[in-house]
């Protein structure tokens, strides 16, 4: 089962109000310029011995500004008061705040940081090991599976270095872990008309780009239209 809430409404974010408390250990994990999107996780002990246990994914949307750590031993979110809220706001003169942005107190051990954001929120469940995050999911509109945390802009901060790859490829294929770094490989796609209609496949898979243009250079030369793309693997 998984569990999830979402804030952004005038009357969910009352100033003063805690919005979230868990005793749990939380990290930092993503950030996307995409919509400033600022992903925190929490991975949770199973309760019952031999069951996973739940991950809780957090997340501030669009983050404005962010004054905070990348770790947390228990964390309480609640939103700022009013004399708080001026106060952040008044620190950044630079930036334009609109009526939207709170101000979101993250307390933990004693101390207090803060993120300025439209909405916050959150989901708690199984998180399977092919996926990074409950925050991105695959579309059918763009059928590529999601090999990060968070979708848009790719920092490129988990590119799998090329000895992790070959590590993983070594690796026994039934060992159960989330693969969260990745490299690209470079498909050659080929278009050829047929009586019954376009036929489209794959003519072969390479791992630097330049043998692929080199591939494509021989098949496009024998007059079939041909072209790279480039896909993630997960590590």
């Known amino acids: ?46 309760d019952t011995p031999g069951e996973p246990g739940t991950t809780i994914d957090l997340l501030f949307k669009p983050a404005i500004v962010v004054k905070m750590r990348d770790d947390y031993r228990g964390l309480a979110i609640r939103c700022a008061t009013a004399a708080e809220s001026a106060q952040v706001k008044a620190d950044y003169t630079s930036v334009s705040f609109g009526e939207e942005d709170h101000v979101f107190v993250l307390e933990s051990q004693g101390e207090s940081d803060y993120v300025v954001a439209m909405a916050v929120g959150w989901t708690e469940g199984i998180l399977d090991l092919s996926r990074q995050s409950f925050f991105n999911d695959f579309h059918p509109a763009t059928p590529i599976w999601p090999y990060q945390p968070l979708g848009g802009i790719d920092a490129g901060l988990n590119i799998a270095s090329a000895q992790e790859l070959i590590d993983t490829l070594m690796v026994e294929e039934n060992t159960t872990i989330r693969r969260e770094r990745h490299r690209y490989v470079y498909v050659v796609m080929t278009r050829v008309i047929r009586s019954g209609g376009p036929d489209v496949k794959g003519a072969g898979v390479f791992l630097a780009r330049v043998d692929a243009e080199e591939a494509q250079a021989v098949i496009t030369a024998n007059s079939v239209e041909c072209w790279i793309e480039e896909l993630p693997i997960a590590v």
């Open 1 to 46: 089962m998984t569990d999830s809430t979402w804030l952004n409404r005038g009357h969910q974010l009352i100033p003063g109000k805690e919005v979230f408390r868990s005793e749990r250990r939380f990290h930092l994990l993503a950030y996307s310029a995409s919509h400033g999107q600022l992903l925190m996780r929490s991975t949770g002990q199973p």
